[in-house]
């Protein structure tokens, strides 16, 4: 158990809707990192967060958008969804803004049909 | 960013050493190199982390030349519960970087009997 804990652990959902997924960091962690992992893409990094602020995107759809709040958990949110963004999705923590140590979470399981 | 390269898929037996090499050209003076281990449908796991010399830890060692252009992950006697998607990344480790961590296609790691 990493210490990171991320709702729903599955979701399916319908092409065009909106769907939030939530992010619990380690007791301590400041930094928040969203990523995607499909089967033909592999784990891309979407975007992180440190200390409620946004610190480095990556691959991330301007459907996508993202926050972490004060008490530091973190929502991704996925609208006008399409059937490509099947994937799991990762959410880690870090004490630091980068190059330290990552912990993940267990994932959300995204199905759009 | 500093890009890193490794072997798509590796075979062992039980019990042997395993040894993975990363290249990684062009890594800043403030880059650490941090290995993670991924099995199906997990969040990555931190394996160990180190800037240069040697790493050791209870689970594997780390070994980076003087040149810091490569590092190599050594898995010590392994069993079959190790095969699994093995990340090396290269990233900064200071508080204020605002930098991605980006994953590789990481090294598939068979354990056979």
């Known amino acids: 158990d990493s210490g990171v804990t991320q709702t729903p652990k599955h979701l399916i959902t319908a092409t065009g809707q909106r769907v939030t997924l939530r992010c619990s960091p380690r007791s301590g962690d400041l930094s928040v990192y969203w990523y995607q992992q499909s089967l033909d893409q592999g784990l891309q990094f979407l975007i992180q967060y440190y200390n409620g602020e946004e610190r480095a995107k990556g691959n991330i759809l301007e459907r996508f958008s993202a926050q972490q709040f004060p008490d530091l958990h973190s929502e991704l949110n996925l609208s006008s969804l399409e059937l490509g963004d099947s994937a799991l999705y990762f959410c880690?923590?870090?004490?630091?803004?980068?190059?330290?140590?990552?912990?993940f979470g267990p994932g959300t399981r995204l199905l759009v049909l | 960013l500093a890009k890193t390269t490794q072997p798509i898929s590796m075979d062992s037996y039980e019990g042997q050493e395993v040894n993975i090499t990363c290249s990684h050209n062009n890594i800043a003076t403030n880059d650490y190199i941090t290995w993670y281990q991924q099995f199906p449908s997990q969040g990555p796991r931190f394996i160990i982390q180190g800037y240069k010399t040697k790493v050791t830890n209870e689970v594997a060692s780390l070994f980076i030349p003087a040149d810091r252009k490569s590092s190599t992950l050594s898995l010590p006697r392994v069993s079959l519960s190790d095969t699994a998607v093995y990340y090396c990344l290269v990233g900064p480790a200071f508080p204020g970087s605002a930098r991605q961590l980006t994953f590789g296609s990481g090294t598939q790691l068979t354990v056979l009997p």
């Open positions: 880690a923590s870090s004490v630091g803004t980068g190059g330290w140590a990552q912990y």
